[in-house]
């Protein structure tokens, strides 16, 4: 096994290692102090939606067992915590009244990080939407986007001052294309004019949200985090190479060229543009404000080939087969290299500021055998892909820090809690967390930072 202790001097003494989670993947308490459903209760709720019919009632019961979970974290030795904050806690009703209650929550848990020396790394938009909201049409409505703004603005006043950072949204890709097109996730609708809505409001959300961020507390970095998709041809025809430019466009450009460039890709819009909503005259200039930071996801490439069928609608790409063998418990190719590609290229393509890989981790369901959790593979996953995050460094890449997801098993959104992603292992009758072997090996390097003669501030 890699010593850690010889792999921390890969890493910058400054570098940030953290554990990452989301709301309602391990809150539960979904009915407590005020908090209304939001698409994603109502969504596990309904029947062939999420394996096994599990919802996020209970979860980790996270919002009980915050403390004994920040004691976890610190334990663990990391300098940062990735957390988002649940929408549905603050303005329940998407709009309206203000819930005092939730607001009271992130409170005593940022206090809870300072007090412990771990920097709050905040996510306002992880999934969880109102559900009340979808009376106006959730994301497909432009006055989503408003109210978004004015719940950042609620954030920003009442905790922005203790905030290391914050990100806007999480992985819209994820919030428009699987939600809206491909029926996934929450609200589980599949219609591209609808998903083309959710776009341009998403971005549309992203931008008026830095901006109530930048008006309320202009000293805390403001980010966005992205699920780039390494996109890589199935094969060296030009075809297939076409096809993997038309990807990058759909699954990536759509959201980076807006924030990054001010524009939507040319292809795409050729190919979808009159399906769009209209683009107001400042919304570009709106979405592409300037940004500290950006973090990206990543967990495995994603491999296309033209798709031969007449007509086939942008970005008429097929799925291609992996080129490693080796694949994770949720059947996702495990292929470093492409992190390395992915970084490269979006870092040639646009101008990009700081970057943070906001999660990265594996699934694996190895349970607890005589108190412990042997899960090697995940271990040489984090190895591997860690060592690619050294490799950008040493090549001058901007590289700033990494979170491991996830700090702990939990809702693992359509999976619900049959696929596990934790560095600590989650008993669901109990509620008893086990370090797993991974755990170990990670908090050994991440407590080597601050390291060397950087002195943190
Ligand atoms: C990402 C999500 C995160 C988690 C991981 C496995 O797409 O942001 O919530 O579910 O995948």
Known sequence: MIDPKLFADRFP?????GVATASFQIEGASKADGRKPSIWDAFSNMPGRVFGRHNGDVACDHYNRWESDLDLIKAMGVTGYRFSIAWPRIVPEGTGPINEAGLDFYDRLIDGLKARGIKAYTTLYHWDLPLALMGDGGWTARSTAYAFQRYTKVIMERLGDRLDAVATFNEPWCSVWLSHLYGIHAPGERNMDAALHALHYTNLAHGLSVQAIREIAPNVPVGLVLNAHETLPGSDSAAD???????????NGVFFDPVFKGEYPADFLSALGSRMPKIEENDLEIISQKL??????????????????????????IGAPPVSKVQ?????????PALKSLVARLYGRYELPVCYITENGACYNMEVENGAVDDQP???????HLSVVADLIQDGYPMHGYFAWSLMDNFEWAEGYRMRFGLVHVDYDTQVRTVKKSGKWYSALA???PKGNFKPD
């Open 447 to 449: 407590a080597e930072f």
């Open 241 to 251: 190479i076409a096809a993997a430019e038309r990807a990058h466009q759909f699954h």
């Open 378 to 384: 995940r271990l040489d996953y984090y190895v591997e």
């Open 292 to 317: 500290d930071w950006w973090g990206l996801n990543y967990y495995t490439p994603m491999r296309v080939s033209d798709d031969p069928a007449p007509g086939a609608e942008f970005p008429a790409t």
């Open 328 to 336: 994770t418990d949720i059947g996702w190719e495990v292929y470093a």
């Open 13 to 17: 003494g400054d570098f940030l290692f």
